[in-house]
């Protein structure tokens, strides 16, 4: 559903496992300040997101979706490159995919097991489907 919000459709997608990349949780004081500038006109300072960063051994696992250009574009921009994040090319078996990526910060939590929203879902479509405008 997140994805659908974020660029107005739901796209093919398969589950896939990330490796030699942790899951964190972000909290709002981590987020960088232009980042936080644009956050805060949708979201309060209980904001928190999850971020991916390289670290070798570990596992995250997700959804790897099927986009168009057009369509990665809303995803950078619902992502916030490169105020935040930054986008990087991925090994996942034998494929190079994009992935958003965040250097460092928050705290470590399962990649294999965790939560889908950290933010109310509801709140989460309705900034995502605004931001396509």
């Known amino acids: 559903m997140m994805m659908a919000a974020v660029i107005g459709r739901m796209p093919d997608g398969e589950q896939m496992v990330l490796q030699d990349y942790e899951l964190r949780i972000l909290p709002w004081k981590q987020i960088p ?40 574009l809303l995803v950078d921009r619902w992502e916030l490159v490169p105020k935040w994040y930054r986008r990087k090319l991925v090994k996942v078996g034998n494929r190079k995919i994009h992935c958003q990526i965040v250097e460092s910060g928050g705290q470590v939590v399962d990649g294999m097991n965790y939560q889908t929203y950290l933010n109310e879902p509801e709140q989460m479509y309705l900034v995502a489907a605004l931001n396509r405008r």
Do not use: H, I, M
Request: hydrophobic letters at 40%; glycine letters at 4%.
């Open 33 to 72: 300040k232009p980042a936080r500038d644009v956050l805060k006109n949708a979201w309060s300072s209980s904001f928190s997101s999850y971020v991916v960063s390289k670290k070798v051994g570990a596992r995250v696992s997700g959804t790897l979706w099927s986009l168009k250009k057009e369509e990665l």
